[in-house]
């Protein structure tokens, strides 16, 4: 999202629907990566900080992203 924090909010929550439904987490998770730009040096790679989300935070996510661009 180049740093924009409009478009990141736009993409998290449309990656979070589908066909106007909500999707579960774990289809989301497959859908929408938060790349860390650093290497994690135990694994030799960068951590995809989606799955460290959990259920309450990708809800409340949504819900702050919902209430912030005005979406009904």
């Given amino acids: 999202n180049g740093g924009n924090m409009i478009k990141a ?3 998290f ?3 979070a629907h589908e066909n106007g439904r909500q999707v579960p ?3 989301f998770r497959d859908k ?3 790349i860390d730009p ?3 040096v135990k694994f030799l790679d ?3 900080f989606s ?3 959990k259920e309450e935070g990708y809800q409340k996510m949504l819900e702050i992203i919902k209430n ?3 979406y009904d």
Avoid: M, P, R, W
């Fill in 25 to 27: 987490l774990e289809a």
């Fill in 38 to 40: 650093g290497i994690n």
């Fill in 9 to 11: 909010f736009q993409t």
């Fill in 13 to 15: 929550y449309s990656s």
């Fill in 32 to 34: 929408y990566k938060i």
């Fill in 51 to 53: 799955y460290v989300l």
């Fill in 68 to 70: 912030y661009l005005g």
């Fill in 46 to 48: 960068h951590d995809n």
